[in-house]
């Protein structure tokens, strides 16, 4: 099958190549800036910066009378803690008094300070025909002629002023004129400044592109392709990489956590599966050679051929066969293949009948087990299953009992809707430090594998396989030396 590969680029390209697309992207910003917007920018800027101003004038004008007691300072003062435009300057005039006020940060470009009073009678009636407002433009920045002043704004970049005409009444009803004027400068000079500083900002960015691409390269790319070596080696099977978690930022910090802990996952499922076929082969092994052992003395040796020897062949393929059952149950329990058939039983009835039947069973070996229990209770539960725990739990507690032979299987109330089930025996017990690990396959105790006691190291997660099918409670309470108390509870019905 032809697999089609995609080809991918490395991460320090996809870097270079998004800040190279921003560099361009800012560069075509700023120059689009320049050419298009900028004159159009500073013009209206400037328009509604006067446009504002003379508004705040006329709103004080409005409120006060202008008259020879009027105090000009106040209107400076608000004119300078306004937002007062550069180069421009303001007028307010009672036309019937002939008393003005006049403010601006720049007096010298002041076009409309020494306006004769017929040419600011000019201006009014110019801004009373268009409604008590006008805007007017001069080409120039000289001495204002007002017969060459027009409506519409120069377009070529030349010096330019204009005047702002606004008409209002005080609050004793006499005419002002308010005055505006400001200055429009050619933008050619700045913009070829600022293109000439456009290409040197250009190339500054495009240092620092690089600079940021190597140190971005240095701080994301190369902890990745660090960690990516190593974990070549992971999958080369070498579980004991160990993963920087310290240097590097979060998330390779994260990924490094992600994968020691993988590691040693990894690690423990190669141990486990490990000491599986060394357990399972000698487990195996051990029935079978006595097959093979009985068999070949019945064969060579006239008068074996007992029905005890037959017997012992029998039972050790009968061993044999538990084991293969033993282990085919587990991985169906852990797959999930093995449904629950959750019921109403007898629990008490169950457990007299399971206690019978393996006294049965242990008897000639000298053990006895006794149940106790008080009411009939009914529960919910596999019966095949639980049956299945029960068997496992009495075994151990056979296989690991030492003269005391006693067993005893417990059900007790716990409260309204569970009840416990217990096995317990005085035998060997279990050190507190292998307590949490009896529950795991293939884990035994006896470490060296000694065939003392029978047993795969596979009855206890079986049980916990299917008392958490059950979503059942469990554990142990174990004093080494003393004996052990196996345990988990039921739904009541
Ligand atoms: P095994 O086949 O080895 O009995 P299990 O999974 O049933 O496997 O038990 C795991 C280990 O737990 C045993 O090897 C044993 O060391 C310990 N164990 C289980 N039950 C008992 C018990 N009743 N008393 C003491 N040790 C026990």
Known sequence: MKTETKKNFPIRLYIVGLLAVFCVILFAAVSLYQNVFLKDIYRRGKITGIER?????????????????????????????????????????????????????????????????????????????????????????EKLDISNLHKEADKADTMQCVVLVKNTKDASGNEITILMSTILRPLGIVENALRSQLWIVFAIVLVMIFVLSYALNRIIARPIAGINEQAAHLAKGNYAEDFDEKNGYREVTELAKTLNRTAKELGKADKVRNELIANVSHDLRTPLTMIEGYAEIMRDIPGENTPENIQTIIDETKRLDSMVNGLLDLSKL??????????????????????????????????????????????????????????????????????????????SRRDEKTVRVEVIDHGIGVREEDLPYIWDRYYRVDKEHKRSVRGSGLGLSIVRSVLENHAAQYGVSSTYGKGSDFWFELAVK
């Open 53 to 141: 101003t003379a508004d705040s004038l006329a709103d004080v004008a409005e409120s006060t009378t202008l008259d020879a007691s009027f105090n000009a300072e106040t209107i400076r003062e608000k004119l300078d803690s306004d937002t007062f435009e550069a180069d421009s300057c303001a007028l307010m005039l009672n036309l019937d008094l002939g008393l003005g006020v006049e403010a601006g940060t720049s007096r010298r470009e002041c076009v409309i300070r020494e306006l004769t009073p017929f040419s600011v009678k000019v201006l009014h009636d110019e801004a009373e025909k268009d409604g008590g407002k006008t805007m007017l433009f001069a080409n120039g920045e």
């Open 334 to 411: 852990q797959g999930g293949m093995i449904p629950m058939e959750i019921k109403e039983h007898n629990l008490t009835e169950f457990l007299r009948d399971v206690a019978d039947h393996y006294q049965k069973m242990v008897e000639k070996d000298g053990f006895t087990v006794r149940l106790e229990a008080e009411n009939d209770i009914t529960a919910l539960y596999d019966e095949k299953r639980i049956e299945q725990v029960l068997y496992n739990l009495l075994n151990n507690a056979v296989n690991y009992s030492d003269k005391e032979k006693e067993i005893i299987l417990r059900q």
